[in-house]
C-alpha cells in the first residue's frame, strides 16, 4: 500500500508539468531554485567539515535547524496549502487509520520541499563526519530531522485543513501570515545592526544553547554536541529528538483518525436584519454609496485586509529609523501622518474593486459627484478619527503641545489630498484588481506599467500637495514655533482644495467614461 501511495504521488508531480507552456516554465524555474539553493547549502555545510571552532558551528546550525522546523510548522498553518494528499480523500476506501497514516508520512518525503531537506541534511552529516561515532550520530540525527520537519508539515497541513477551510479562514490566516512577516522585518533589521565579531558570538551561543534542547533543535546538536566531546549532552539530546519524533507520529495517528470520521466544516450562513447602513444613511444617490461602501469596508476581505495592514506599516518605519538612533521625539510624529497617507492613497484604484457591479451607477444615472463623495465617506470618517485622537495621543506622549497644529495640518493635508487626487485616477485610470470573492493576497493580470503609474502619481501628488505643510512644520520644530500655526494653515487649505477639485474633476471624468470604465470592468 505504501508503494501506491508513492506512486499517486509521484503521478501528482507528473501532473504539474501538463499544465500551459508558462506555467510549467514557472514551476521548473521555481524547481531549479529550490535545488540549487538546497546544493548550494550543501556545499557550504560540507566546507564547514575543516572548521576547528565547533562550538560555533554547532550554534549556527542548531538556530538554523531550529528555523526550518518552524517554517515546516508555520507555512502549511498560516498560510495554507492546497494539500493533495489529505487523508479525507481516502476515506472511502475503508483503509486502517495507521496504515494510511504511514502510507501519507512516507508519501510526504518525496516531493521538492523534501528533497531539498534531504540534501541540506545530507550536507550536516558531511559536517560532523569526524569520527565513526559522530558520523553515526549525525546520521540519526539528520532521519531524527528529516522525520520531525515532515510531520511537522503533516500536522500543521491537516489542522489547517480542518481550520481554514472556509473562505474566510483562509483570508484571516491570510492576513496572520502577512503580519508576521511584517512584524519579523523589525527583528531583522535589528539583528543585522548587530556587531556580531564583538557580541554577536555569545548571543548566537545563547540562543543556540536554549534552542539544543527543545524539540526544534535538539537533532541539529547532537552531532555537534559529540564532535565537540560532550557525549553525555548529545545522548540526553538524541533521546528529546526521538521522543519528539514519536509524539508527532502519534499526533499524526490522532489526526488521521480524526480527519477521517470529521466532515468538511461549512461557513455558517449569517442572517442579516434591517437596511443596515442603508437605513441609517441619508436617501439618494450619495447616501446609497455611502452605505456600500461603509459595508464593503466592514464584509469585503479585500479592504479590511488592506485597513488591518496601514496601522502595521508604520512599524517598519520607526524600527530602522529608532535602531538607526533618532530621537524618540520625531519618531513620535512618523505614525499619524504615515497612516493618513495611506487611508488617502487606499482610494486612488476603488472603482476597479465594484467589478461589474459599477453597471448599476451607469445604468441608473448616478452623477459623478454623488459617486465620488459617496466613495469618500468612509475613508474620511475613519481618517478624522485617526487625526483628532492620533494627534491629541502623540502631542500627550511626547509631551509637547506646541506640535499639535503641525501634526493636524500635516496629516489633513495629506488625508485629504490623497482623496481628491484618488477621486480623478480611480475613475480616469482603474486598473484590475482582485475580484470580489477572491483571496485578497492573489495577484491579478495588468498591465504593471499602468499600476505603477497610477500608484506612484497618486501618492507622489499627495506629498507635494502636503509639502508645504511639511516644510512648515520642520521650521516649527528646528526654528520658531510659530510656524506651526501655517502648516495648519496650509496643510487644510490646500487639502480642502484639492479634495473638492478632485470630487469635481473626478465626478466629470466619471461621468464621460462611464462606458470605457463598465468595459474595463468587464475585460478584468
Given at each position: 500500500m505504501v508503494a501506491q501511495f508513492l506512486r499517486l504521488k509521484l503521478r501528482?508531480?507528473?501532473?504539474?508539468f501538463r499544465r500551459s507552456a508558462w506555467q510549467v516554465v514557472g514551476v521548473t524555474v521555481g524547481l531549479v531554485y529550490g535545488l540549487g539553493a538546497a546544493i548550494v547549502v550543501f556545499l557550504l555545510l560540507s566546507g564547514l567539515r575543516g572548521s576547528d571552532d565547533v562550538a560555533?558551528?554547532?550554534?549556527?546550525?542548531?538556530?538554523?535547524?531550529?528555523?526550518?522546523?518552524?517554517?515546516f510548522l508555520l507555512v502549511p498553518l498560516v498560510f495554507g496549502v492546497d494539500d493533495t494528499m489529505d487523508p479525507r480523500r481516502f476515506a472511502l476506501f475503508g483503509l486502517p487509520d495507521r496504515a494510511l497514516a504511514l502510507g501519507l508520512a512516507i508519501a510526504a518525503t518525496v516531493g521538492v520541499?523534501?528533497?531539498?531537506?534531504?540534501?541540506?541534511?545530507?550536507?550536516?552529516?558531511?559536517?560532523?563526519?569526524?569520527?565513526?561515532?559522530?558520523?553515526?550520530?549525525?546520521?540519526?540525527?539528520?532521519?531524527?530531522?528529516?522525520?520531525?520537519?515532515l510531520l511537522a508539515a503533516r500536522l500543521t497541513a491537516g489542522l489547517g485543513g480542518l481550520l481554514l477551510e472556509t473562505r474566510r479562514a483562509r483570508e484571516v490566516g491570510g492576513v496572520i501570515g502577512v503580519l508576521l512577516v511584517v512584524m519579523a522585518a523589525p527583528v531583522v533589521v535589528a539583528l543585522a545592526t548587530v556587531d556580531w565579531a564583538s557580541s554577536g558570538r555569545s548571543a548566537l551561543a545563547a540562543i543556540g544553547g536554549i534552542l539544543s534542547w527543545t524539540p526544534l533543535g535538539a537533532a541539529f546538536a547532537v552531532p555537534g554536541d559529540a564532535a565537540a566531546?560532550?557525549?553525555?549532552?548529545?545522548?540526553?539530546?538524541?533521546?528529546?529528538?526521538?521522543?519528539?519524533?514519536?509524539?508527532?507520529?502519534?499526533?499524526?495517528?490522532?489526526?488521521?483518525?480524526?480527519?477521517?470520521?470529521?466532515?468538511?466544516?461549512?461557513?455558517?450562513?449569517?442572517?442579516?436584519?434591517?437596511?443596515?447602513?442603508?437605513?441609517?444613511?441619508?436617501?439618494?444617490?450619495?447616501?446609497?454609496?455611502?452605505a456600500r461602501s461603509i459595508t464593503y469596508w466592514f464584509r469585503d476581505a479585500r479592504y479590511w485586509v488592506a485597513l488591518v495592514m496601514v496601522p502595521v506599516t508604520p512599524l517598519l518605519v520607526i524600527v530602522p529609523l529608532a535602531i538607526a538612533g533618532v530621537p524618540a521625539t520625531y519618531l513620535g510624529l512618523i505614525p499619524v501622518p504615515l497612516i493618513c497617507l495611506l487611508l488617502?492613497?487606499?482610494?486612488?484604484?476603488?472603482?476597479a474593486y465594484d467589478s461589474t457591479a459599477v453597471w448599476l451607477h451607469v445604468a441608473s444615472g448616478v452623477r459623478g459627484v454623488a459617486d465620488r463623495i459617496g466613495r469618500l465617506v468612509p475613508v474620511l470618517v475613519s481618517g478624522v478619527l485617526v487625526i483628532g485622537l492620533g494627534s491629541a495621543v502623540?502631542?500627550?506622549?511626547?509631551?509637547?503641545?506646541?506640535?499639535?497644529?503641525?501634526?493636524?495640518?500635516?496629516?489633513?493635508?495629506?488625508?485629504?489630498?490623497?482623496?481628491?487626487?484618488?477621486?480623478i485616477t480611480s475613475a480616469a485610470l482603474p486598473y484590475p484588481v482582485v475580484k470580489p470573492g477572491d483571496s485578497p493576497f492573489q495577484q491579478p493580470q495588468s498591465s504593471g506599467t499602468v499600476t505603477a503609474l497610477v500608484q506612484s502619481v497618486t501618492m507622489l501628488g499627495t506629498v507635494l500637495v502636503a509639502a508645504p505643510a511639511?516644510?512648515?512644520?520642520g521650521l516649527g520644530i528646528f526654528l520658531d514655533p510659530a510656524w506651526h500655526a501655517?502648516?495648519?494653515?496650509?496643510?487644510?487649505?490646500?487639502?480642502?482644495?484639492?479634495?473638492?477639485?478632485?470630487?469635481?474633476?473626478?465626478?466629470?471624468?466619471?461621468?464621460?467614461?462611464?462606458?470605457?470604465?463598465?468595459?474595463?470592468?468587464?475585460?478584468?
Open positions: 501528482l508531480l507528473r501532473n504539474i560555533l558551528v554547532r550554534d549556527v546550525l542548531v538556530v538554523a535547524g531550529s528555523a526550518v522546523v518552524v517554517g520541499p523534501a528533497f531539498a531537506l534531504a540534501i541540506a541534511l545530507l550536507g550536516t552529516v558531511v559536517t560532523w563526519s569526524r569520527g565513526i561515532p559522530e558520523t553515526l550520530l549525525a546520521i540519526i540525527a539528520a532521519a531524527l530531522a528529516f522525520a520531525t520537519c566531546g560532550e557525549w553525555g549532552p548529545a545522548i540526553l539530546k538524541l533521546v528529546i529528538a526521538a521522543a519528539t519524533v514519536w509524539l508527532a507520529w502519534r499526533a499524526w495517528e490522532r489526526l488521521v483518525a480524526h480527519m477521517l470520521v470529521t466532515p468538511g466544516r461549512e461557513a455558517a450562513p449569517r442572517s442579516y436584519h434591517g437596511l443596515g447602513w442603508f437605513g441609517r444613511m441619508p436617501h439618494g444617490a450619495t447616501g446609497a454609496i455611502a488617502g492613497w487606499s482610494l486612488h484604484n476603488d472603482t502623540t502631542v500627550f506622549v511626547i509631551n509637547d503641545w506646541r506640535l499639535l497644529p503641525s501634526l493636524l495640518g500635516v496629516s489633513t493635508a495629506l488625508l485629504l489630498a490623497g482623496l481628491g487626487i484618488g477621486s511639511i516644510v512648515f512644520a501655517a502648516s495648519l494653515a496650509s496643510g487644510v487649505g490646500l487639502g480642502l482644495i484639492v479634495l473638492v477639485l478632485g470630487v469635481l474633476v473626478g465626478g466629470r471624468v466619471f461621468n464621460r467614461r462611464a462606458p470605457e470604465i463598465l468595459q474595463a470592468a468587464v475585460r478584468a
